[in-house]
């Protein structure tokens, strides 16, 4: 079983930038690929970002794109999610998630909650205008 915690979360001003951690224990191995997920206040959990573990293909969501950047530590098991130019509209309960079951091998689904099976608590992000 893997767990994930992220970290890095808090208050920062519009156009600003946030990194974001989410470091995996346990049976790391298993894992192929990570997302970074959101939820802003009122409104339902969206896709961020993802990237393929093993491949480091990076995936992301129109919103974030140019903005935002997921990159992996494989010798740490962690990801990250730099977020730069900052906008009120990206505050939000971030959380990484991992497929540790291949299910993105086979849909490359990487938007779908459903595709991950292993959430991290979540970090609070909220950027002020």
């Known amino acids: 079983q893997v767990q994930l915690a992220e970290s890095g979360g808090g208050l920062v001003q519009a156009g600003g930038s946030l990194r974001l951690s989410c470091a995996a224990s346990?049976?790391?191995?298993?894992?192929?690929?990570m997302g970074w997920f959101r939820r802003p206040p009122g409104k339902g959990r969206e896709f961020v970002a993802a990237?393929?573990?093993?491949?480091?293909?990076?995936y992301y969501s129109n919103s974030v794109k140019g903005r935002f950047n997921v990159s992996r530590d494989t010798a740490k098991n962690t990801v990250f999610l730099q977020m730069n130019i900052l906008k009120p509209e990206d505050t939000a309960h971030y959380y990484c998630?991992?497929?540790?079951?291949?299910?993105?091998?086979?849909?490359?689904?990487?938007?779908?909650?459903?595709?991950?099976?292993?959430w991290g608590q979540g970090t609070q992000v909220t950027v002020s205008s």
């Open positions: 346990g049976r790391t191995a298993s894992t192929y690929a």
């Open positions: 990237i393929n573990w093993s491949s480091g293909d990076t």
């Open positions: 998630a991992a497929d540790t079951q291949s299910y993105l091998k086979y849909t490359g689904a990487y938007y779908y909650t459903s595709e991950y099976d292993i």
